[in-house]
């Protein structure tokens, strides 16, 4: 890795961390920072995958599905991605609303850095 993609990868990793900690706004902004240093390495698509996830943490639904929608394009085969798109396509917005303030996307998995 050359420097500036080292260190998004490590802003990245913040973001991770973060995420697991349930701090979706603070993963967020360091996911956002990192990924443009890190965009054209081949595992990109997992930090979409951790930006979505941080977007349903935080209620917003419509970015979250468009990064599952980049996360796809960067890898047609991300299963995870394909899943949780399905997920939040098939929710009415008030479903999503009522899931959202019960807490049930706290709970969901967050997606391995490997």
């Not at 973001?15 to 349930?22: A, R, S, T, V």
């Not at 443009?36 to 595992?43: R, T």
């Not at 960067?74 to 959202?100: F, Q």
């Amino acid at each position: 890795l050359g420097d500036d993609e080292a260190r998004g990868a490590r802003m990245v990793h913040q973001g991770f961390e973060l995420l697991k900690k349930k701090k979706p706004a603070e993963a967020l902004e360091q996911m956002q920072k990192g990924y443009p240093l890190i965009k054209n390495h081949p595992d990109n698509f997992r930090a979409l995958g951790n930006m979505a996830t941080a977007y349903v943490m935080l209620g917003r639904r419509a970015e979250a599905m468009e990064m599952l929608r980049a996360a796809l394009r960067a890898n047609p085969d991300y299963s995870v991605a394909r899943n949780n798109l399905h997920l939040l396509e098939n929710l009415t917005p008030e479903e999503y609303d009522r899931k959202h303030k019960a807490g049930f996307f706290q709970k969901m998995k967050i997606i391995k850095e490997d």
